[in-house]
Structure formats: structure tokens, C-alpha cells
């Protein structure tokens, strides 16, 4: 059995839009030429600020969006190859875990109707006694009462929601998650918690994450590797949480993080500048213009990204 449960190779996705309502239209390249593996049995963070792309790789690792270019193999398997028939029985080993906990589940149905729908999608129709023991194993299983089943999600507070949001996503017994966001909506608190959830499901159930955060203390604490992207490129792959990063952008990134205890807070280096324009993004290096290393040839040249110094970088002059 291969230790690459997935593997993306040179995924591309773009997305076209109007300047104005009689304008022309424009192009922007969301998710540009990404390649990363992620290890069986363990959890791989993707970070970066809002709009570097994140949330679309996500959707296209589990072709909920389809790419213009590039592959996604399940262990594998291109799932772009696959027929739409294939593809949904091959969802029962994939599922989605997604940001908002208010709009992911039906208003209309209980929550009884909603971890029951995955299976029914499936063709899996469950006599009455049946669905009762699924649901209440998927209810205990993230820590929830069996109870709050014939409720509608309403009534539950966004804690609990996000706990359903996860129990459907196990109904059908995945080995792999896309995490997209799962706890930037919920209190600080609440947010431990639904860590500690996931935390617990993975080492019982032996599952594989993909978890997605802009948050990279959470993803320094909860992940075993981290991609670091910016404006739709990886721009640096630490093995480990504990490696030392070497891109400007991930050191950046890494000194604005909060440290609680008094003796090893730091003076943060103020990153000046805004993200470049996603519909005409320069020619080089997409992060020269807030870079202090950066020379012409960043300015002209896109570095790519290589195996460095024991990971993946893509950086023409990383600091030592």
C-alpha cells in the first residue's frame, strides 16, 4: 500500500469574470500549476491569507470543481477519469468537512434526515432499527447526544452544527477529509474543542486529513506537514511543523502568529504591501513587491519550487 493516499500533480483552475457590466472579460488563474502529496494516516495543513486559492484547491482535490489542467490521484486512480457513476461510489472514501456549519446542513431536515442523506445518495436504503443505531453511533461517535436528532439545525448552536457537519461527513466511513476552514466561524473556545474532536477521529479511525487554515498556529499545533501558499503557488512545503521555514513569505507569515507566553514574544517585522492583482499577476516572484530580498531577477523570473535544504521551496534568494 503506497504512503501517498493523494496526489496532486499540476493542478491549474481558472475563473473568468467582467470589468464592469459592458466590460471585457478577465481572467484569473485561482489555483496555478500546484503539486503536493498527502501521506497516508496523517494530516496535511495548507495555509495562506484569504484569497491565495486555499478553499479552491480543496474543491478541486474532490473534483467538486473541475480543473483546466493537471491530475488528483486517489491511490491511484485519476479521479478525472472516472464516470459520474464511479465517481459517486467512490465518494463514500471522500468527504468534505466545510467552513460554515450554519449553511452546510439543510435547514429543512432534522438532523436525523441529514446524517441519514449520505447514505441514501449512495443507494443504501437502512430499515427503521438500522438508521436508529447509525445515527445514534454517528451522534456519539463526535459527542453529541442521541436526543438532538429530531431536531432541526436551528436549534442547535454552531458548535453542535459543526459536530453534525463532521459526523455526516463519517457516515459513510471515509478514509480521507478535506477540512475546509472547520473552525474559523466558531468561538475560541468551541474551536479547542472541535481540534480535540478531530484529533480523537483520526487516531481511532486511522483517517488522513487535508486541512485547510489561514491560521498558522492552528496549523503548526494540529498538522504534520504544512504547504504555504500565495497567490495560487506553493511557495515553500515544511516536513514538519517543527522545520524551520526559509521563504520570506512563511517567515512572515510565522512572526505575526500570537505567542501567549510573555517571555517569547517577539518583535513583529510589519509586512508592508497588498496582495498583486490575482487577473494580471506580475511576472516573477508574486511576492518581489513585499519581499526585502527581492532583486530583478525575482521581479523578472518565477522562481519554482525545488527540494531544498531537506523541503520544498520556491525562492531565488532565501535568507540564511
Do not use: W
Not at 443507494?123 to 438500522?130: C, D, N, Q, V
Not at 454517528?138 to 431536531?151: D, R
Not at 448552536?157 to 472547520?182: M, N, T, Y
Not at 506553493?234 to 512563511?250: F, G
Amino acid at each position: 500500500m503506497s504512503a501517498k493516499l493523494l496526489e496532486v500533480r499540476g493542478l491549474t483552475r481558472t475563473f473568468t469574470s467582467r470589468n464592469g457590466l459592458f466590460g471585457r472579460k478577465r481572467v484569473m488563474t485561482a489555483v496555478a500549476d500546484v503539486s503536493l502529496d498527502v501521506p497516508r494516516g496523517q494530516v496535511t495543513g495548507v495555509v495562506g491569507e484569504s484569497g491565495c486559492g486555499k478553499s479552491t484547491l480543496a474543491r478541486l482535490v474532490l473534483r467538486l470543481l473541475e480543473a483546466d489542467q493537471g491530475q488528483v490521484l486517489f491511490e491511484g486512480v485519476d479521479l478525472a477519469s472516472l464516470s459520474a457513476s464511479a465517481m459517486r461510489r467512490l465518494r463514500r472514501r471522500l468527504q468534505f468537512v466545510f467552513q460554515d456549519p450554519y449553511s452546510s446542513i439543510d435547514p429543512r431536515y432534522t438532523i436525523r434526515a441529514a446524517l441519514l442523506e449520505p447514505s441514501q445518495v449512495q443507494g443504501e436504503h437502512l430499515h427503521a432499527a438500522a438508521a436508529t443505531d447509525r445515527i445514534n453511533s454517528l451522534m456519539a461517535m463526535v459527542g453529541l447526544n442521541p436526543s438532538l436528532a429530531q431536531s432541526y439545525p436551528h436549534q442547535l448552536s454552531g458548535g453542535q452544527k459543526q459536530r453534525i457537519g463532521i459526523a455526516r461527513a463519517l457516515a459513510l466511513q471515509p478514509s480521507f477529509l478535506v477540512l475546509d476552514e472547520p473552525t474559523a466561524s466558531l468561538d475560541v473556545s468551541i474551536q479547542a474543542q472541535i481540534i480535540a474532536l478531530l484529533e480523537k477521529l483520526q487516531q481511532e479511525l486511522g483517517l488522513t486529513y487535508l486541512f485547510i487554515s489561514h491560521d498558522l498556529g492552528l496549523v503548526r499545533y494540529f498538522c504534520d506537514r504544512i504547504v504555504v501558499m500565495y497567490l495560487g503557488r506553493i511557495v515553500e512545503v515544511l516536513p514538519s511543523a517543527d522545520t524551520p521555514p526559509r521563504h520570506p513569505y512563511t517567515i512572515a507569515l510565522m512572526e505575526s502568529t500570537f505567542e501567549p507566553d510573555p517571555a517569547k514574544r517577539r518583535v513583529i517585522t510589519r509586512l508592508n504591501g497588498e496582495l498583486p492583482d490575482a487577473f494580471n499577476p506580475p511576472p516573477g516572484c508574486a511576492y518581489a513587491a513585499r519581499c526585502a530580498h527581492a532583486s530583478d531577477r525575482c521581479r523578472s523570473e518565477r522562481p519554482a519550487l525545488v527540494l531544498r535544504d531537506g523541503h520544498e521551496l520556491a525562492c531565488h534568494h532565501p535568507p540564511t
